[in-house]
Nanobody, 120 residues
Framework: QVQLVESGGGLVQAGGSLRLSCAPS????????MGWFRQAPGKERDVVAS????????YYADSVKGRFTISRDRAKNTVYLQMNSLKPEDTAVYYC?????????????WGQGTQVTVSS
C-alpha cells in the first residue's frame, strides 16, 4: 500500500560513514514502527535496526551495535540509518521497512533497496 523511497547508499571505504534515509512517496498515516533490513549475496534478509514511532524505542542487530544509529522524524514519517565505522561485511542491499499494523508485528511496506558497498 505504502511505497517507501530510500536514498543515501553508495560506495565507501572501510571505517567510513553513510547515512540512509527513507520516506513514503506520498501522504500516509504514521506507522507503528520503521526499520532497516539488509541482504548480502547468498545470505538471508535480516533485520538491522528498527524504531517504534511513538516512543522511539530502538532495536539493533548485534553485528551493528555501537556503530549504527536509527532515528526518525515523525512529522515526515522519515527514518534514518546513520552507519559509522563501516566494515566490508556490512556490504549488502539495505531495505527500508514500515509496519502500519495496529500494534506492530508485520512489516507491510518495503523500499526498493539501496546498495551499500564497503571496500577494504
Amino acid at each position: 500500500q505504502v511505497q517507501l523511497v530510500e536514498s543515501g547508499g553508495g560506495l565507501v571505504q572501510a571505517g567510513g560513514s553513510l547515512r540512509l534515509s527513507c520516506a513514503p512517496s506520498g501522504g500516509t498515516i504514521s506507522p507503528y514502527a520503521m526499520g532497516w533490513f539488509r541482504q548480502a549475496p547468498g545470505k538471508e534478509r535480516d533485520v538491522v535496526a528498527s524504531i517504534s514511532w511513538s516512543r522511539g524505542s530502538t532495536y539493533y542487530a548485534d553485528s551493528v551495535k555501537g556503530r549504527f544509529t536509527i532515528s526518525r522524524d515523525r512529522a515526515k514519517n522519515t527514518v534514518y540509518l546513520q552507519m559509522n565505522s563501516l566494515k566490508p561485511e556490512d556490504t549488502a542491499v539495505y531495505y527500508c521497512v514500515a509496519d502500519h499494523s495496529y500494534r506492530g508485528g508485520s512489516w507491510d511496506s518495503w523500499g526498493q533497496g539501496t546498495q551499500v558497498t564497503v571496500s577494504s
